[in-house]
């Protein structure tokens, strides 16, 4: 035994004299007097020692496994010996610390880039050597004849040796719900907090990371794509089979291989026959496990949240992918295109809308081209970026033309960005982003940052995880069923809270019973700013309205009391299908105590889908639909009015039951069946 100042302990058998060097090979010799056989393996104090011997080598990378995990390292297997060669057996191995030994340099290549990874090898000396030898019985045994423990390099707190690979292990039963887990779409992050809570550990100290998950979830995507287009195929046959309303369409490439697929559910296409008069397309997502352009369909329902009308998987981004994904949605939804469809900067989808969708107003969403200014502008302006991005939203949300081009040009002079191309590039696609060019068309409040980020959230549920082709498909379902039931909770709960009037107009308290509690918020801003303007009648019987404290400007308002019809320059009602401040002073002063049906618009409505994805009929209206539309307004108010105290709710519950057991038993004639069938779920 010998003993360096500052350094480890190294041990060496007399019996076994060989170099500490790990290239030289010796033969094994037989056992001193004085050795015991080691089985006890869980003894915390033991060090392993010359001589101590294991009825298997596994039993000694086992010790000396526990002996690094507690000292701050870890091992692996270095080299195996042989006696006598070939046909002899096993007589030594070495295990080395993870450390020992130096990456060798690898012959640059010019036709192949080197990977630059770094390398934790560092020459380290540290090792044990065992040797196999047989007792006079013919029981062979292994004992230890070298062991040395000299460290080069720092050794590990025991709250970092965790995190060597060696000691990261993810067991069948925790791989079982990683993949359970991955079909759901949640992220890894809450995989890992999931595993945490149900293994009561504190974060941070499973036995793997976040790195780990990756890689399982990575290595169960290794499939042949030709097997996994069969199956995402087989999948969608099957649904179908099921669910009849179930849509889906596929092409094939010339070899009989997946080349497109898009599908559609019977919930997203009802949905669609309301509130698919804006969509978002959004094609900025691939599935990275098979390097797949993702597109998805997404709109917004009368609550303000989103809803999914569609997805499509693409071989790749051109026009005739596009082309040929916008016919199957356009035939998924009954050949009903959308009023507006908000997409990102993609030539090739911007050409394919104009061919497919020639009626579509089309526009780029502005969360997505924002999300790139970073990279465009920060490093060209500086501490100045912030600045300019204040100034760009101060023009974004520009009501006319004319003030967006003037303000542009100022903007350019001001930060000096005459020659930058992103900002030649914005200006040359105005038309489809600015919202002074986007105003006289519906939009259904998608531009705003709120209901991006909500919108994206959505897209992420079924992205964060991505598994094998069929399994997306079953997060898709699953992302779209949970959206549904998350939606059926947040409507109940808006419709039962306290409704508050702040204005005390006629006008506020009709519109609160008619429509969602959302789609009134934005009409109750609009009620209260309209105390603070003032209106003027013009010749030719329009309407000048503007601020009290301004003297000059405002808007135009032009209103036919006889016919029910009014509009304004602000273009308020045509982007949002929310009447502005400036139409409501007009209603106000002209002694108009409801809003004119026409300006309270379906989609914003205190309604639920209709069986079967037919939209309730608005023209021509009969005297049925009058009535039905005044019963649900009825009830909206009894719910808001019940939800005030508990006492309300008990009686209206009580007395609502005996009315509808009443109900219940009178006639019902086939076109009140038809009519009533449209609105019965939002009564409930």
């Not at 990102?344 to 809308?353: E, F, G, R, V, W």
């Not at 808007?555 to 982007?575: D, L, M, N, T």
């Not at 618009?601 to 939209?615: D, E, F, K, V």
């Amino acid at each position: 035994m010998s003993e360096e100042a500052g350094m480890m302990l190294v041990y060496d058998d007399p019996s076994d004299q060989r170099s500490m060097s790990l290239d030289e090979t010796s033969s094994t010799e037989d056992s001193p007097n004085g050795t015991h056989l080691s089985l006890e393996l869980t003894n915390e104090a033991t060090t392993p020692y010359i001589g101590q011997r294991f009825p298997t080598h596994d039993a000694a990378y086992e010790l000396y496994t526990e002996f690094a995990k507690r000292n701050g390292f870890s091992i692996r297997r270095h080299r195996t010996e042989g006696k006598d060669g070939v046909g002899k057996g096993l007589t030594r191995r070495y295990f080395v610390c993870h450390r020992a030994g130096n990456t060798p340099a690898k012959a640059s290549s010019e036709n192949k880039p080197q990977r630059n990874r770094k390398s934790s090898r560092c020459g380290c000396q540290a090792y044990m050597r065992i040797s196999k030898s047989c007792e006079l019985g013919g029981v062979a045994e292994w004992r230890i004849t070298g062991f040395a423990n000299h460290h080069n390099h720092d050794l590990l707190e025991a709250n970092q040796v965790r995190f060597l690979p060696a000691y990261r292990t993810i067991t069948e039963s925790d791989k079982n719900r990683i993949l359970m887990f991955a079909k759901t779409g949640i992220s890894v992050q809450q995989m890992m907090r999931l595993l945490e809570l149900e293994k009561c550990v504190e974060p941070g100290y499973l036995p793997f990371t976040e790195k780990d998950v990756r890689n399982l979830l990575q290595s169960f995507r290794k499939v042949d794509p030709e097997d996994e287009s069969v199956d995402l195929l087989r999948m969608c046959r099957s649904i179908k089979d099921k669910d009849p309303s179930f849509k889906f369409e596929f092409t094939l490439d010339g070899n009989g291989r997946l080349e497109n697929i898009a599908w559609s559910y019977a919930s997203s296409v009802q949905s669609y026959e309301i509130f698919g008069d804006a969509v978002v397309f959004d094609t900025t997502h691939r599935l990275t496990a098979f390097d797949m352009p993702l597109g998805i369909w997404v709109g917004m329902n009368n609550y303000g949240m989103p809803c999914f009308f569609g997805c499509v998987l693409l071989r790749e981004e051109n026009l005739r992918s596009f082309s040929w994904a916008l016919k199957a949605f356009t035939t998924f939804m009954n050949g009903k295109a959308p009023q507006t469809i908000l997409t990102d900067q993609n030539m090739c989808l911007k050409d394919a809308i104009g061919m497919e969708m020639p009626t579509t107003k089309h526009a780029l969403c502005i969360w997505l081209i924002v999300a790139k200014f970073p990279s465009w502008f920060n490093a060209v302006l500086g501490e100045r970026y912030n600045d300019w991005k204040t100034e760009f939203y101060r023009l974004y949300n520009l009501e006319t033309i004319d003030d967006f081009e003037l303000g542009w040009r100022d903007m350019v002079n001001s930060f000096g960005l005459h020659t930058n191309r992103h900002i030649a590039s914005l200006y040359a696609l105005r038309n489809l982003w600015a919202l002074p060019f986007l105003r006289s068309h519906f939009f259904a409040g998608m531009t705003t940052p709120s209901h991006s980020k909500s919108i994206n959230a959505f897209i992420q549920r079924f992205l964060s995880a991505q598994t094998r082709l069929a399994h997306f498909l079953e997060q898709v379902a699953v992302a779209v069923d949970f959206k549904d039931q998350a939606g059926e909770q947040q409507t109940m709960q808006q419709n039962i809270q306290n409704i508050s009037l702040k204005t005390g107009a006629p006008m506020e308290s009709h519109a609160s019973s008619v429509l969602t509690p959302f789609a009134f918020s934005k009409l109750q801003e609009q009620l209260v700013m309209a105390a603070h303007y003032a209106s003027y009648q013009m010749d030719g019987g329009d309407f000048l309205v503007r601020h009290h404290t301004k003297l000059e400007g405002g808007r135009k308002v032009y209103w036919a009391p006889r016919e029910g019809i009014i509009s304004c320059s602000c273009h308020q009602f045509e982007f949002s299908g929310i009447l502005c401040r400036h139409a409501l002073r007009v209603l106000s002063t002209g002694n108009c105590f409801q809003i004119p049906e026409r300006y309270l618009l379906l989609r914003w409505r205190r309604i639920s889908l209709p069986p079967g994805g037919r939209q309730p009929q608005t023209a021509p209206r009969s005297d049925q639909t009058d009535r039905v539309q005044l019963l649900q307004s009825m009830v909206s108010s009894l719910v808001a009015e019940s939800a005030k105290s508990k006492e309300r709710m008990d009686f209206a519950t009580e007395q609502v039951s005996i009315i509808l057991s009443r109900v219940r038993e009178q006639p019902v004639s086939n076109l009140g069946l038809r009519e009533l069938s449209s609105t019965h779920r939002s009564l409930a």
